[in-house]
């Protein structure tokens, strides 16, 4: 069975730093992955996936992800944050079963301080 | 234009009552889904139709029946809500196994 874990459930960053927010995945075969944010009272929103191809992958908001199969990792960086990126942001995977069903971690709360 | 809507938004009600939760989605997409988030925003999927055909049903309970009336269209019934039930649904879709559209979520409180 597939797995994500989202390894920090808080990360509180100044405003202008750089922010990583990690991901790891188990799965035993092919993956598709995404990365959703969550702002309050909101519903999620897609800030970027892979499916195939280059393994860096850019996104909105300035945001960019890097797949690494060997280290089974999907995780999330940006190099200056602000403080309107303070959200919820949560990482999944896509069922191999081909339905769609998309396994999500249990969030990461990013906390951007002035 | 909105591409996955939900309603209503809100939705306050005693324990016992049944209640629906419409979704419409305008993006031609095949699959739609419903999935719940907890008090603690974890998200775990319920239901998936593809075509209006039901290919997901995880261990839900059978108080909560989910309907397809068209491809564009999945609506939620739940009955004898319990105290349980309180927490945010979100209706979704794509074209299966791409990245999924999600509504702004219903967000259900028992009484």
């Known amino acids: 069975a597939q797995s994500v874990t989202q390894l920090d459930s808080q990360v509180p960053v100044f405003e202008e730093a750089p922010v990583e927010l990690r991901c790891n995945y188990s799965?035993?075969?092919?993956?598709?992955l995404f990365w959703y944010v969550q702002y309050p009272n909101q519903g999620l929103q897609l800030l970027l996936k892979y499916l195939s191809g280059s393994t860096l992958v850019k996104g909105i908001n300035g945001f960019e992800a890097e797949f690494n199969k060997s280290q089974t990792s999907f995780h999330l960086r940006k190099p200056s944050v602000h403080i309107s990126d303070t959200a919820e942001y949560f990482c999944?995977?896509?069922?191999?079963?081909?339905?769609?069903?998309?396994?999500f971690g249990q969030g990461t709360t990013l906390q951007v301080k002035p | 234009d909105t591409a996955v809507s939900q309603t209503p938004k809100y939705l306050v009600t005693q324990m016992g009552n049944d209640k629906s939760i419409k979704c419409e989605q305008n993006?031609?997409?095949?699959?739609m889904y419903w999935y719940k988030q907890d008090s603690k925003k974890f998200l775990k999927i319920m239901f998936s139709y593809n075509n209006k055909e039901l290919i997901i049903n995880e261990t839900v309970p059978n108080r909560f029946s989910p309907k397809s009336p068209d491809k564009a269209h999945l609506n939620l019934h739940i009955n004898s809500l319990e105290l349980g039930d309180s927490a945010v649904y979100f209706c979704?879709?794509?074209?299966?196994?791409?990245?999924?559209?999600f509504g702004p979520g219903t967000r259900l409180l028992v009484l």
């Open positions: 979704a879709s794509s074209h299966t196994r791409d990245s999924a559209s």
């Open positions: 799965s035993s075969v092919s993956v598709y």
């Open positions: 999944a995977v896509s069922d191999s079963s081909n339905t769609g069903k998309l396994i």
């Open positions: 993006l031609g997409h095949d699959t």
